[in-house]
């Protein structure tokens, strides 16, 4: 099936760093979607998006919906202990037979305090 | 409050055991999801639901089979012929298919076989 490609993989960071992310995609979508999984529980989202070009902030966290409608950036400023987890990012595609929600392989971000 | 429950949270099985992983929402969303998630692979999509007593395989059904009697419940039932059961499952519901909102999962369940 379609899928996204999310990087980073994997990130070790220090304790207020900040933190960016993305995905891309060859097709394009109308809603973009960045969810965060703590570790053993299931993902709780994060910011949606449903614009071209829009930047939402959720406190600490600011994602954008590319101008192509291909990819979407996640930024987490001043990086702090609880903010370990992995983060997906999932899109609903464009078009007449949208499906279900496209999700990419996940970020996922350890702090060092 | 609303939302989309597991259980339970730890699983253990004999190999060659059928067992059955509970999922139950009072969101009264239409659509319901199951994922498999093991360590790097990220969410793979097991079966879904639009409607009551209707349901589609995803990308990795082989070895899983569900049932959608009631709109609030969507049990997966991981089956003997499911060649590596052991994985952490995510059920998941949302207001219809192609929702705005986006999906909300339970806390998952935690599957071991021995």
């Known amino acids: 099936g379609q899928q996204l490609n999310q990087s980073p993989q994997s990130m070790f960071i220090q304790e207020g760093e900040d933190v960016s992310m993305n995905c891309t995609s060859s097709?394009?979508?109308?809603?973009w979607l960045w969810y965060k999984q703590d570790p053993g529980e299931g993902p709780v989202l994060l910011i949606a998006l449903y614009k071209a070009g829009e930047l939402t902030s959720n406190g600490r966290l600011t994602a954008q919906f590319g101008i192509t409608r291909k990819d979407s950036f996640l930024n987490i400023s001043a990086s702090i202990p609880s903010d370990v987890g992995i983060y997906f990012c999932a899109g609903q595609l464009s078009g007449g037979s949208q499906g279900n929600l496209i999700f990419g392989k996940g970020t996922k971000l350890s702090v060092k305090p | 409050d609303g939302g989309i429950t597991q259980s339970p949270k730890y699983l253990f099985r004999k190999e060659g055991q059928n067992v059955t992983l509970s999922c139950e929402q009072n969101?009264?969303?239409?659509?319901m999801y199951w994922y498999r998630q093991d360590p790097g692979q990220g969410l793979r999509l097991i079966y879904y639901s639009q409607i009551v007593n209707d349901f589609q395989k995803g990308d990795i059904a082989e070895g899983y089979s569900v049932s959608r009697e009631k709109k609030e419940s969507f049990p997966l039932t991981v089956t003997s012929a499911q060649k590596n059961p052991t994985a952490f499952y995510l059920c998941?519901?949302?207001?219809?298919?192609?929702?705005?909102?986006?999906?909300?999962f339970g806390s998952g369940t935690r599957l071991t076989v021995v």
């Open positions: 998941a519901s949302s207001y219809r298919q192609t929702s705005p909102y986006g999906y909300t």
């Open positions: 097709s394009i979508f109308n809603t």
């Open positions: 969101l009264n969303h239409d659509a």
